[in-house]
């Protein structure tokens, strides 16, 4: 049965009005009717679409309700990486990065696209033929969570753009946040209800975007603010203020405070600018965000570890406030630091209260003389741990007026120990003591090492205090009844756990390295490592002292070579000095360390990294998205095989892979004769190397 003409021409008019509001009301601030109107014409168009179903089209106003509960969200992989952005806190840094920057480019001024930083949550969108296709969190920036159906609920993001879009597909990236006055009037109705009440705007909207549940997201005042397009969309834009541009044409929230400013001196204006602005914005920001505005320099400039060269967050310093200091206890970390922490009457600072906060190490907390009954200053920024910046008035002082560190570990009674010349104070009772056991299994099973999903402070706690692990290897006996066994563990989740575990058992050395938790290795050190050594057994044979030698030879070599302008070969091991190498040397030559990576070596299939740098390794440099792969994967292949990842072609590079949407890299590709690879011959390559 069609639907009579009249009836179809009204809905889509009833669609168009109330979308036209939907922007009026949350993406222009400006309503033009009131809410009753508004729902007199939403139930208008229901009933028609309740009367004739083939009516609600997926880009309908009625779709933004929300509907059933998800069991639970979808990974998805990013085309490209959402990256995080390198931070600076005083005004030298700024300085320092737009001289890098010149430097780089080779040029005498710059112009930068400014804005706020939102304090709200990384989102992306993606729209395939002008219809919003899917929605996902920033996860880990490789991976996140698809919440399509939450964010359809979002009045503020388009569900279908106005034009056939400027490419078939096209990515926006951007932050949800909350309002601080729709925060303040949700935490009032979550008082009325006698529920908990949201720390901060932030969490508030990160938590309704990671709902399940859409139709309760559909409940919560969210906004959409789009600040960038992903580079694989980049089209007919060459600068970044045009993108912005096109992305308020296309109906989209960009920041009104965005500005065009040039050089160091025009970014610093702005930063003191919005610093005096912050406090009238309708939202929380934390800082403001620098991007070279042109797009080709973007691209010369290319990315730093997990950052883009071309821009950088400037952050304004964190709120203070004062409070009265309840007690001192003492924390034992993952490598046995003991941590001082200040308990403290509550005190809402830095948009969150604050009950603790860290006096870091003794040195610290005798430098500052803080006691108990003590008036402090505490200090909290986003996501950083509170700290207590010093004393504003001393309490009335009794003895013992002083704190000493404890002698004995207050977690496992092991003696403690003070390295001479080391600020830290640490527990000799290693995983024998249950709190850094517990932080060490927290950090094995962590996304971005053994990636054991499920196994969290809760479950870690319990399987610690029963003795049922002992070390990271015990996890590998664990079987699904003892699991289940645990409090609040139903049969479900101890065979996800369960799963979890056995899917680690397979890993890549790098993450296997990154996830022994040695001292000072972080993500970039176990990287390089694992390039270096390319099989488990090498890494834990190395011999230190002489990598130490062989570095230090291969230093000077190149030093020469440079001077003479000879071909270059890379220094081994670039990125770890001396002291890093001793602190490994220690932690692998450790008797109970060595007989824990043995047993763990016995349970996984650790993948062996490639090659060393090979002497032949090539420089490749990445463009476009291939369908095999994402750009992170490519990077890692490459690198696996010795090869070299840059971020801009120049005369030196010897390969462009050229993925789908290749932007102006391929030009520049072809205009130096550099060799072309599509995604066949480049996976031939692979293959062959
Ligand atoms: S640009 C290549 N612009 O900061 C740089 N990020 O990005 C890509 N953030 O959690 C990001 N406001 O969500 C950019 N105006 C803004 C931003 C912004 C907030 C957040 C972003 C991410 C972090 C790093």
């Given at each position: 049965?069609?639907?009579?003409?009249?009836?179809?021409?009204?809905?889509?008019?009833?669609?168009?009005?109330?979308?036209?509001?939907?922007?009026?009301?949350?993406?222009?601030?400006?309503?033009?009717?009131?809410?009753?109107?508004?729902?007199?014409?939403?139930?208008?168009?229901?009933?028609?679409?309740?009367?004739?179903?083939?009516?609600?089209?997926?880009?309908?106003?009625?779709?933004?309700?929300?509907?059933?509960?998800?069991?639970?969200?979808?990974?998805?992989?990013?085309?490209?990486?959402?990256?995080?952005?390198?931070?600076?806190?005083?005004?030298?840094?700024?300085?320092?990065?737009?001289?890098?920057?010149?430097?780089?480019?080779?040029?005498?001024?710059?112009?930068?696209?400014?804005?706020?930083?939102?304090?709200?949550?990384?989102?992306?969108?993606?729209?395939?033929?002008?219809?919003?296709?899917?929605?996902?969190?920033?996860?880990?920036?490789?991976?996140?969570?698809d919440v399509t159906p939450n964010l359809r609920t979002l009045r503020s993001i388009p569900l279908r753009l106005p034009k056939a879009a400027d490419t078939r597909e096209l990515e926006v990236r951007g932050e949800v946040l909350m309002y601080r006055r729709d925060f303040d009037a949700l935490n009032a109705r979550q008082r009325e209800l006698g529920e908990k009440e949201y720390v901060n705007p932030r969490n508030a909207a990160a938590g309704a975007v990671r709902q399940l549940d859409s139709r309760v997201t559909a409940t919560r005042p969210l906004r959409f603010f789009a600040y960038a397009i992903s580079r694989a969309s980049q089209a007919r834009w060459s600068?970044?203020?045009?993108?912005?541009?096109?992305?308020?044409?296309?109906?989209?929230?960009?920041?009104?405070?965005?500005?065009?400013?040039?050089?160091?001196?025009?970014?610093?204006?702005?930063?003191?600018?919005?610093?005096?602005?912050?406090?009238?914005?309708?939202?929380?920001?934390?800082?403001?965000?620098?991007?070279?505005?042109?797009?080709?320099?973007?691209?010369?400039?290319?990315?730093?570890?997990?950052?883009?060269?071309?821009?950088?967050?400037?952050?304004?310093?964190?709120?203070?406030?004062?409070?009265?200091?309840?007690?001192?206890?003492?924390?034992?970390?993952?490598?046995?630091?003991?941590?001082?922490?200040?308990?403290?009457?509550?005190?809402?600072?830095?948009?969150?209260t604050v009950t603790n906060a860290t006096l870091h190490n003794e040195d610290e907390l005798r430098r500052k003389?803080?006691?108990?009954?003590?008036?402090?200053?505490?200090?909290?920024?986003?996501?950083?741990?509170?700290?207590v910046v010093g004393v504003k008035s001393k309490g009335p002082r009794r003895p013992p007026d002083r704190f000493a560190m404890p002698e004995k570990c207050p977690v496992c009674a092991s003696p403690v120990v003070?390295?001479?010349?080391?600020?830290?104070?640490?527990?000799?009772?290693?995983?024998?003591?249950?709190a850094q056991r517990k932080q060490t299994l927290l950090h094995f099973a962590?996304?971005?090492?053994?990636?054991?999903?499920?196994?969290?402070?809760?479950?870690?706690?319990?399987?610690?205090?029963?003795?049922?692990?002992?070390?990271?290897?015990?996890?590998?006996?664990?079987?699904?009844?003892?699991?289940?066994?645990?409090?609040?563990?139903?049969?479900k989740s101890a065979q996800n756990v369960f799963e979890s575990i056995q899917r680690s058992r397979k890993g890549e050395l790098e993450r296997f390295i990154y996830a022994l938790g040695i001292p000072g290795v972080g993500e970039e050190v176990a990287k390089i490592l694992a390039r270096h050594f390319g099989s488990l057994t090498a890494f834990l044979e190395a011999d230190w002292a002489r990598a130490a030698a062989d570095k230090e030879a291969a230093r000077k070599d190149h030093a020469?070579?440079?001077?003479?302008?000879?071909?270059?070969?890379?220094?081994?091991l670039e990125g770890i000095g001396p002291e890093l190498m001793d602190s490994m040397e220690k932690f692998l030559h450790e008797r109970h360390n060595r007989d824990v990576i043995r047993r763990l070596a016995d349970a996984i299939d650790v993948m062996q990294a490639g090659a060393r740098p090979a002497a032949d390794g090539k420089t490749f440099v990445l463009t476009g998205s291939?369908?095999?792969?994402?750009?992170?994967?490519?990077?890692?292949?490459?690198?696996?095989?010795?090869?070299?990842?840059?971020?801009?072609v120049s005369k030196r590079t010897d390969f462009v892979v050229a993925g789908e949407d290749a932007g102006s890299k391929l030009d520049k590709a072809r205009s130096l004769g550099v060799t072309v690879l599509d995604e066949k011959k480049f996976l031939e390559l692979l293959r062959k190397t």
């Amino acid at each position: 049965m069609s639907v009579p003409r009249d009836i179809r021409q009204r809905s889509e008019a009833l669609r168009k009005t109330l979308e036209h509001h939907n922007w009026r009301y949350y993406v222009e601030d400006q309503p033009e009717i009131d809410d009753a109107e508004y729902d007199r014409l939403f139930q208008e168009l229901l009933a028609l679409e309740a009367k004739h179903p083939e009516l609600a089209t997926p880009d309908s106003p009625t779709q933004r309700v929300g509907g059933a509960p998800l069991p639970e969200f979808a990974e998805v992989r990013h085309r490209t990486p959402m990256l995080s952005i390198a931070n600076a806190f005083d005004e030298e840094a700024v300085r320092a990065f737009d001289r890098r920057v010149r430097e780089a480019l080779e040029v005498d001024a710059v112009e930068y696209a400014a804005e706020p930083k939102f304090d709200g949550l990384a989102i992306s969108l993606t729209y395939r033929d002008g219809l919003l296709s899917e929605g996902a969190t920033r996860g880990d920036g490789t991976t996140g969570e698809d919440v399509t159906p939450n964010l359809r609920t979002l009045r503020s993001i388009p569900l279908r753009l106005p034009k056939a879009a400027d490419t078939r597909e096209l990515e926006v990236r951007g932050e949800v946040l909350m309002y601080r006055r729709d925060f303040d009037a949700l935490n009032a109705r979550q008082r009325e209800l006698g529920e908990k009440e949201y720390v901060n705007p932030r969490n508030a909207a990160a938590g309704a975007v990671r709902q399940l549940d859409s139709r309760v997201t559909a409940t919560r005042p969210l906004r959409f603010f789009a600040y960038a397009i992903s580079r694989a969309s980049q089209a007919r834009w060459s600068r970044q203020s045009e993108a912005l541009a096109r992305l308020v044409e296309l109906g989209f929230r960009v920041s009104e405070e965005r500005e065009l400013v040039q050089g160091a001196e025009g970014l610093l204006a702005y930063y003191r600018k919005m610093g005096q602005a912050r406090d009238r914005l309708p939202y929380a920001i934390d800082g403001v965000v620098y991007k070279v505005d042109r797009l080709d320099w973007q691209e010369r400039l290319g990315f730093v570890a997990r950052a883009p060269r071309f821009a950088l967050a400037h952050k304004y310093p964190a709120e203070e406030q004062t409070t009265e200091v309840l007690g001192i206890d003492v924390q034992v970390g993952r490598t046995g630091a003991l941590t001082p922490v200040a308990r403290l009457k509550p005190v809402f600072v830095g948009g969150a209260t604050v009950t603790n906060a860290t006096l870091h190490n003794e040195d610290e907390l005798r430098r500052k003389d803080v006691w108990i009954g003590d008036t402090v200053i505490v200090r909290r920024a986003g996501d950083v741990i509170p700290e207590v910046v010093g004393v504003k008035s001393k309490g009335p002082r009794r003895p013992p007026d002083r704190f000493a560190m404890p002698e004995k570990c207050p977690v496992c009674a092991s003696p403690v120990v003070r390295v001479p010349g080391e600020a830290a104070t640490r527990c000799t009772g290693g995983l024998y003591c249950k709190a850094q056991r517990k932080q060490t299994l927290l950090h094995f099973a962590a996304r971005r090492a053994m990636d054991i999903e499920g196994l969290g402070e809760k479950l870690v706690d319990q399987l610690v205090e029963r003795d049922l692990v002992k070390s990271p290897a015990d996890l590998y006996r664990l079987d699904v009844e003892t699991l289940a066994g645990l409090e609040r563990m139903a049969e479900k989740s101890a065979q996800n756990v369960f799963e979890s575990i056995q899917r680690s058992r397979k890993g890549e050395l790098e993450r296997f390295i990154y996830a022994l938790g040695i001292p000072g290795v972080g993500e970039e050190v176990a990287k390089i490592l694992a390039r270096h050594f390319g099989s488990l057994t090498a890494f834990l044979e190395a011999d230190w002292a002489r990598a130490a030698a062989d570095k230090e030879a291969a230093r000077k070599d190149h030093a020469q070579r440079k001077k003479r302008g000879e071909p270059l070969r890379p220094v081994p091991l670039e990125g770890i000095g001396p002291e890093l190498m001793d602190s490994m040397e220690k932690f692998l030559h450790e008797r109970h360390n060595r007989d824990v990576i043995r047993r763990l070596a016995d349970a996984i299939d650790v993948m062996q990294a490639g090659a060393r740098p090979a002497a032949d390794g090539k420089t490749f440099v990445l463009t476009g998205s291939l369908s095999s792969m994402t750009r992170d994967e490519a990077q890692a292949a490459l690198e696996a095989k010795g090869h070299q990842v840059a971020g801009s072609v120049s005369k030196r590079t010897d390969f462009v892979v050229a993925g789908e949407d290749a932007g102006s890299k391929l030009d520049k590709a072809r205009s130096l004769g550099v060799t072309v690879l599509d995604e066949k011959k480049f996976l031939e390559l692979l293959r062959k190397t």
